[in-house]
Each structure stands twice: as structure tokens, then as C-alpha cells.
């Protein structure tokens, strides 16, 4: 949930909240918190009363249910400034290339819990760069996504382009770009291998429809996971595909086979 009056982004989830502590807390504007979380963030209020920064026990649940928007706060709210999201350029993708860094972009997914539950993923197996088209049919920074992230939100660099197809072809030699397809007839346990000689974009597609036509080709590669009855060709009745966010924890662990 954004506060537009005073472009602040509420930070919800007992975890969530921790990792920013640890990491960023010096973005945190605003803490509430229950009585029973109250010994668990002694610290980071002593370090807002240093700096005069707001921060107050609640004597009632709802009152964070109403702050944040949502029933999932697990006791405790912070708020941060809106996060200002960067545009990709060609000195960031150069770096990529230069330090064999891997990136995954992201192509039109729409639900906040997906793309948290991607940030999160992409964290834990360490890839840090994330690329979101600036289209509002993707999803982008939101509480849900947030609170998804598990504190992954503060492991990533998340970037933004205007144009996928512009990208991807600027990245064409500089890096490998995988496509995930139920056309592909390459098998996703090639990422290890293909990631071993140059960086890789993964691009996972739409939630319903996968990724575009252009983005398939601009691909240098297509990669399916595999599924129950994929060599017998599909079969009535079997899935065939996984949720995105699913999908990117096997790439991500794939990429750092």
C-alpha cells in the first residue's frame, strides 16, 4: 500500500521487516508494532530515536491492519520512502558482462505475489539483477510484493526499460537470451552449462500466456522444465506448466548448478 500524500511505501511481515533492519534501516520513516513484537525491535527504535524517526507500540492489531492495508503484517509495519525504480542502461548491462552477472527479466508478470515470490527466489540462489518493462500490465514494488520477497526486496537490484525488444537486442552477443517455452526442446538442465561460458537473461513470461512473440525471437535459446509425459507427448488431463514463480526457482537453481 502507497501513502501518495507522503510517498510511502508500508513494509509489512515480521521477516521482511528484520531483513530491513538489517540491511536498509536507515530507509524506515515509520514503525508500528504490537506489544508481543515490541522486545523483537528494541534495537532498530533505538537507532530511529537517534535519528528522530517515528516509531510507537500499537494497542491493537487492527490498528496495523488499517495502517497497512492488508491482514498479513504479522505484528509489525514499517514505512519507507516510495521505492524510485532505475532505468536500465548500457553502463549497468556492461557491468553485467564484464562481472559474469546473470539477470532475469520479467516479462509482463501481472500478480504482486508472483513477482515477490521471484524477487525472493532470485535472492536466495543470489542473482541480483531483476528487469521489469515500465507497462502497466507488470506488477512492480507493492506491500504484497514486498511482504512475498521475504526480504528479498533488499538483495536485488530492480531496473526498469521502456522497451524489451530495444533491450534485447542491445544484449544480443553480450549475453544469452533464454527464453522459457512449452515449444523448447531444450531441457532447463542446460542453464548450468550455457551459464558456465556467459551471462545469461532468463525471461519469464505472462502468467496466462507465456512469453510474447517478439521476446521469443529475440531469443538465442528456448528451454522447457520438463513434466509428466512430455516424452510420451501431452496427455489430457496432466499440467504442463508450472506457476511463474515456481518455474524461477528451478531457473535460478539451474543457473548456479
Known amino acids: ?34 506489544e508481543d513484537r515490541a522486545p523483537l525491535f528494541g534495537g532498530l527504535c533505538k537507532k530511529l530515536a537517534k535519528e528522530k524517526k517515528f516509531y510507537r507500540q500499537v494497542e491493537d492489531a487492527k490498528e496495523l491492519e488499517s495502517l497497512a492495508k492488508t491482514v498479513h503484517h504479522q505484528g509489525v509495519v ?35 505475489n508472483n513477482f515477490g515470490a521471484i524477487v525472493r527466489s532470485a535472492a536466495f540462489f543470489g542473482i541480483k539483477n531483476i528487469v521489469i518493462p ?22 536485488v537490484n530492480i531496473f526498469c526499460v521502456q522497451n524489451m525488444e530495444r533491450l534485447l537486442e542491445v544484449l544480443k552477443g553480450k549475453m544469452v537470451r533464454v527464453g522459457t517455452s512449452l515449444k523448447a526442446t531444450k531441457n532447463v538442465g542446460s542453464l548450468g552449462k550455457i551459464a558456465a561460458e556467459k551471462p545469461v537473461l532468463v525471461i519469464l513470461g505472462n502468467e496466462e500466456s507465456g512469453i510474447s512473440d517478439m521476446v ?14 512430455m516424452d510420451e507427448g501431452f496427455k489430457e488431463g496432466l499440467v504442463d506448466s508450472l506457476n511463474v514463480a515456481q518455474a524461477a526457482s528451478i531457473i535460478c537453481y539451474e543457473l548456479n548448478k
Open 216 to 229: 521469443e525471437r529475440n531469443c538465442d535459446e528456448l528451454v522447457i522444465i520438463p513434466f509428466a509425459g
Open 134 to 155: 515500465m507497462d502497466e500490465s507488470q506488477s512492480s514494488i507493492t506491500t504484497s510484493s514486498y511482504r512475498v520477497a521475504e526480504g528479498g526486496m533488499e538483495y
Open 78 to 112: 514499517a514505512f519507507i520512502e516510495s521505492p524510485v525504480i532505475q532505468q536500465l542502461d548500457s553502463d549497468v548491462v556492461n557491468q553485467w558482462v564484464e562481472n559474469h552477472e546473470h539477470a532475469i527479466l520479467l516479462d509482463r508478470i501481472g500478480n504482486a
Open 1 to 34: 500500500m502507497k501513502n501518495k500524500q507522503k510517498n510511502e511505501l508500508a513494509v509489512c511481515g515480521f521477516a521482511t521487516v528484520k531483513k530491513l533492519e538489517k540491511k536498509h534501516a536507515d530507509k524506515i520513516t515509520r514503525l508500528y508494532f504490537t
